[in-house]
């Protein structure tokens, strides 16, 4: 599959596959809208949004996705490895992302369309609407508000759209800037809650004409409310340094996905000369497994060299006494974007990384940190960097919007 014009040409079944953040779904509907307005009858089209914690080629995902019987799959924003065909039957398959990436790392069979190796790299949603939009005159006006959307919620809505960045002033004509920055976070927040209803936020996404259709919507009020809460409860943790002072460990425990939220927070607010990696690690949300996000804080950007989160995590992993740590660690170690990396990692194996670097590695629940206006208890290392802050609903709904980060599969 070359195009996306060439799935609508042939009027077969066609299975949109896009990740479950606002850069993946606003990519997914930008292709779906395409398709319908270059003719494709919208009753072949589908959409699939992968399970908790699974990815393209596990066997859950594989079956559910030859249920679908397509004639064209694409896949945007998941990341992409070398690895067997997205399904054993018959299929032509693209994929749109903008992760970490070899030229290889893709399903075979597949094209691979990326922007990881051209800065300023392309988000997901802006790399689909540029193939996208002048396939039809109506993509511009129906999906700008989309690719924004997107772009804002992995980039942050501080990105300024210049050269080579497409020019969007007709796109922030018609739809104010709050009101596509708050979209972002609203969409964002279903796959943050427990119950991970990301087939609903999808079905709200397609079904919506604008940015205020989400802003308005009950069920994604309702999410965001849930990760306001969530974030109150588990958010507050004193944070534990490596031996080498680079990376800063934080530790929760919670069933929902705050832990980019939180770890873009903490990149805000903790600082010294030698720290280059916060590392949120939570440990309750999937069983048996280790859920992390890490960003570059803001203390260590335009650093030369710049700081690079995979090769620091995977530097420190090689460290260790018994080699084949790197391998234990699994394949959703060290993975993402050089500033914001993610991934999974089983418990046996992070507590053994947790070792290697020099973070006391204990087997209880994280404590809460003490009231910010006291000082926080601790070594004179967390006393010099911590800094932590009561949090209003207000507050923390704004954290939402901060998700941002490109992504990984978490």
Same mark, same amino acid.
């Given at each position: +599959?070359?195009?996306?014009?060439?799935?609508?040409?042939?009027?077969?079944?066609?299975?949109?596959?896009?990740?479950?953040?606002?850069?993946?779904?606003?990519?997914?509907? &930008?292709?779906?809208?395409?398709? &319908?307005?270059?003719?494709?009858?919208?009753?072949?089209?589908?959409?699939?949004?992968?399970?908790?914690?699974?990815?393209? =080629?596990?066997?859950?995902?594989?079956?559910?996705?030859?249920?679908?019987? #397509?004639?064209?799959?694409?896949?945007?924003?998941?990341?992409?490895?070398?690895?067997?065909?997205?399904?054993?039957?018959?299929?032509?398959?693209?994929?749109?992302?903008?992760? $970490?990436?070899?030229?290889?790392?893709?399903?075979?069979?597949?094209? $691979?369309?990326?922007?990881?190796?051209?800065? #300023?790299?392309?988000?997901?949603?802006?790399?689909?609407?540029?193939?996208?939009?002048?396939?039809?005159?109506?993509?511009?006006?129906?999906?700008?508000?989309?690719?924004?959307?997107?772009?804002?919620?992995?980039?942050?809505?501080?990105?300024?759209?210049?050269? #080579?960045?497409?020019? +969007?002033?007709?796109?922030?004509?018609?739809?104010?800037?709050?009101?596509? =920055?708050?979209?972002? +976070?609203?969409?964002?927040?279903?796959?943050?809650?427990?119950?991970?209803?990301?087939?609903?936020?999808?079905?709200?996404?397609?079904?919506?004409?604008?940015?205020?259709?989400?802003?308005?919507?009950?069920? $994604?009020?309702?999410?965001?409310?849930?990760? &306001?809460?969530?974030?109150?409860?588990?958010?507050?943790?004193?944070?534990?340094?490596?031996?080498?002072?680079?990376?800063?460990?934080?530790?929760?425990?919670?069933?929902?996905?705050?832990?980019?939220?939180?770890?873009?927070?903490?990149?805000?607010?903790?600082?010294?000369?030698?720290?280059?990696?916060?590392?949120?690690?939570?440990?309750?949300?999937?069983?048996?497994?280790?859920?992390?996000?890490?960003?570059?804080?803001?203390?260590?950007?335009?650093?030369?060299?710049?700081?690079?989160?995979?090769?620091?995590?995977?530097?420190?992993?090689?460290?260790?006494?018994?080699?084949?740590?790197?391998?234990?660690?699994?394949?959703?170690?060290?993975?993402?974007?050089?500033?914001?990396?993610?991934?999974?990692?089983?418990?046996?194996?992070?507590?053994?990384?947790?070792?290697?670097?020099?973070?006391?590695?204990?087997?209880?629940?994280?404590?809460?940190?003490?009231?910010?206006?006291?000082?926080?208890?601790?070594?004179?290392?967390?006393?010099?960097?911590?800094?932590?802050?009561?949090?209003?609903?207000?507050?923390?709904?704004?954290?939402?919007?901060?998700?941002?980060?490109?992504?990984?599969?978490?």
């Amino acid at each position: +599959m070359g195009h996306p014009s060439q799935s609508a040409a042939a009027g077969k079944r066609t299975l949109i596959v896009p990740d479950k953040d606002a850069d993946g779904l606003a990519a997914g509907a &930008i292709i779906r809208k395409t398709l &319908i307005l270059l003719g494709l009858d919208p009753k072949l089209i589908s959409g699939y949004t992968m399970n908790k914690n699974s990815f393209l =080629n596990y066997k859950d995902s594989r079956t559910n996705m030859e249920a679908y019987k #397509p004639s064209y799959i694409i896949v945007l924003d998941q990341g992409s490895w070398k690895s067997e065909p997205i399904i054993d039957s018959s299929h032509r398959a693209l994929v749109i992302d903008h992760h $970490l990436a070899e030229n290889d790392d893709h399903p075979e069979g597949a094209i $691979l369309v990326t922007a990881n190796k051209c800065p #300023p790299i392309a988000t997901s949603s802006l790399l689909t609407y540029l193939i996208c939009r002048d396939l039809q005159e109506g993509v511009e006006e129906a999906c700008g508000w989309l690719c924004v959307m997107g772009t804002h919620g992995d980039l942050g809505n501080a990105i300024r759209w210049r050269l #080579p960045f497409p020019n +969007m002033e007709a796109t922030f004509k018609t739809h104010t800037r709050r009101s596509i =920055n708050s979209s972002a +976070m609203f969409i964002n927040a279903p796959r943050r809650t427990a119950a991970y209803d990301v087939p609903r936020a999808w079905k709200t996404l397609i079904e919506a004409s604008s940015p205020r259709d989400l802003v308005k919507n009950r069920f $994604l009020k309702e999410a965001r409310a849930q990760v &306001i809460f969530e974030m109150k409860r588990a958010g507050r943790v004193v944070p534990k340094f490596s031996a080498d002072k680079k990376i800063a460990v934080i530790r929760i425990n919670s069933k929902a996905q705050i832990h980019a939220v939180i770890a873009t927070r903490q990149a805000r607010e903790l600082f010294s000369r030698e720290l280059q990696v916060v590392m949120v690690a939570n440990e309750g949300y999937a069983r048996g497994v280790v859920n992390y996000s890490c960003r570059v804080p803001t203390c260590a950007r335009g650093r030369d060299p710049p700081v690079n989160i995979p090769e620091i995590l995977v530097q420190a992993a090689d460290r260790a006494d018994d080699k084949t740590l790197r391998e234990r660690l699994g394949p959703r170690f060290a993975v993402g974007h050089k500033n914001a990396s993610g991934g999974m990692i089983p418990q046996a194996e992070f507590e053994e990384f947790l070792e290697v670097i020099g973070v006391e590695s204990v087997n209880k629940k994280p404590s809460p940190s003490p009231s910010p206006k006291k000082s926080p208890k601790g070594s004179a290392n967390q006393d010099q960097f911590n800094k932590m802050e009561r949090y209003s609903t207000d507050a923390a709904g704004n954290l939402c919007t901060q998700a941002l980060a490109p992504r990984p599969a978490n």
